[in-house]
């Protein structure tokens, strides 16, 4: 028997609660969304050219399902002045929302739209503060499946009486949670109190009150204590400012949302933001961003033109070991970080996360276990099984590593793994 078994870990260039009908939002969504590839510049040929592209690319077969428009698909200036409806821009969609929502429901897809709690979107098009039973009954009668619901533009009178924290832009934090309450909400402030609970949740009743199940996620980038009250409220809640495709944003979001993963089970998933692989992030920061969202069990959202993107990125998104640990029917719980690595066990840092995640998996009562390289440099890293919660020390075990798909066999104590700089390495382990 191998007591510790080395690998040099190669990584080639090319190569290989709010329960809704049907379980709709049960387990974190899978899909794409217009915004971090397109920003405005979208239309009808290019939503319904990412379905067929879906399923050349085989993104369907391994359960990628939801297509979702995001801002700048309607006529900014104006709704409709007899109906009162968002109008989709004739030019961008000529043949309606309706239209793009047949065409993908006949692929076997789901339609997503997007729109902001406030009187415009992000981008300056009507948005549904107080139309939105109106926008909610348009909605459902195109065929839409799914809202992403953001934060701008709401009157100064709906401004909040008193902050959350913010952890990320704050120094003075304990565990992730604000210990200077200057300017804040104090420690038990109710925020099902506050304007912003009131503007989403209206949402949701319009939302709930259509003939149409529509999935509801909400996009107030973790303000007013959405982890209190997201998850009765929608089935998954943005827990960040937005993201970036830069390495510095994402291990911000990485290192923030990894103290809110008690907040994910079955139903209710905090979202770590649309994915940036494909945008110009390396293929080891793809590896570790997709990795570590999955693990976490955010919405899985592709974030890039599928004509343009990489044979090597496409397989980090098909990852079969990540994909089915995200979607675990039977397992609601996220992976949670074991060991801090560099910096002390529970540091708040936004560019040194926590390094060693595990969690269980109903797969062959599997675990995975991810270890990752903050450094530009390659390191060794090593999986000991003693300091695994969901591995009983001292035994034998069966470890595959899950980018190769390398059967390691069944490996004592633990496996020691070369890591390049900025990637992840990861282990499916099972028994032997
Ligand atoms: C969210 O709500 C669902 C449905 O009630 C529940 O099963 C789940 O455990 C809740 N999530 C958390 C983190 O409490
Ligand atoms: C942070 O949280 C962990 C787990 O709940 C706990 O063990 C640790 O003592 C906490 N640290 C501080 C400084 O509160
Ligand atoms: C984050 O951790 C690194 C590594 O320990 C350290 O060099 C850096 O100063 C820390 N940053 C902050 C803001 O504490
Ligand atoms: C699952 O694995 C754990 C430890 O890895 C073990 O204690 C438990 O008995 C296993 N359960 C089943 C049903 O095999």
């Known amino acids: 028997m191998i007591s510790r078994y080395s690998l040099l870990f190669v990584f080639l260039p090319f190569g290989a609660p709010l329960v809704l009908n ?18 405005c510049d979208i239309n009808e040929e290019q939503i319904l050219n990412t379905g067929r592209q879906f399923i050349d690319l085989g993104l369907t077969d391994v359960g990628y399902k939801y297509i979702n428009i995001d801002d700048c698909w309607s006529v900014k200036d104006h709704r409709d002045p007899v109906t009162n409806r968002i109008i989709p821009d004739p030019t961008r969609f000529p043949n309606g929302i309706s239209h793009t929502a047949r065409y993908l429901h006949e692929l076997g897809f789901k339609l997503g739209i997007y729109s902001s709690a406030g009187t415009t979107t992000c981008a300056g098009y009507p948005a549904s503060l107080g139309f939105e039973s109106v926008d909610a009954a348009a909605w459902a009668e195109w065929g839409v499946d799914y809202l992403k619901y953001d934060n701008c533009n ?22 992730g949670t604000c210990t ?20 989403y949740t209206t949402m949701r009743d319009a939302l709930l009150a259509q003939p149409r199940t529509i999935l509801y996620s909400l996009c ?3 303000e007013a204590g959405v982890n209190q009250w997201g998850n009765d409220t929608a089935s998954s809640w943005r827990m960040s400012f937005d993201i970036d495709p830069s390495w510095s944003r994402i291990l911000s979001i990485l290192n923030q949302n990894s103290f809110y ?4 089970d079955f139903w209710g998933h905090p979202d770590a933001d649309m994915l940036e692989v494909g945008n110009g992030i390396s ?3 793809s590896k570790t961003h997709f990795a570590l969202w999955a693990a976490m069990k955010s919405p899985l959202l592709i974030g890039t033109d599928l004509a343009k993107i990489s044979r090597p990125e496409l397989d980090v998104l098909k990852n079969k070991y990540l994909l089915s640990f995200n979607q675990d029917p039977v397992v609601g719980r996220p992976a949670m970080p074991y060991k801090w690595g560099t910096n002390p066990d529970w540091t708040f840092n936004a560019s040194f996360p926590a ?11 599997g675990t995975l ?3 990752f390289n903050p450094y530009a440099d390659g390191k060794t890293k090593s999986a000991v099984w003693d300091e695994i919660p969901e591995l009983k020390g001292g035994e034998s075990y069966h470890a595959v590593d899950i980018w190769s798909g390398l059967d390691l066999g069944c490996v004592e104590h633990g496996v020691d793994l070369l890591v390049e700089g900025h990637g992840t390495a990861g282990l499916w382990i099972d028994h032997c």
Do not use: I
């Open 154 to 175: 709401f009157p100064q009178e709906l401004t909040d009486e008193c902050k959350a924290c913010v952890p990320e832009n704050r120094d003075d934090l304990v565990n």
């Open 22 to 39: 049907n379980n709709v939002g049960k387990l974190p969504v899978l899909g794409w969304n217009s915004w971090n590839a397109y920003h």
């Open 220 to 222: 107030e980038w973790g």
């Open 261 to 264: 993963l008690h907040h994910v």
């Open 283 to 285: 293929l080891a920061e």
């Open 369 to 371: 276990v991810l270890m």
């Open 355 to 365: 390094e060693f995640w595990s969690g269980p998996s109903s797969v062959s009562n």
């Open 180 to 199: 200077n309450t200057n300017g804040l909400c104090p420690p038990d402030y109710d925020y099902t109190q506050s304007h912003t609970h009131a503007r």
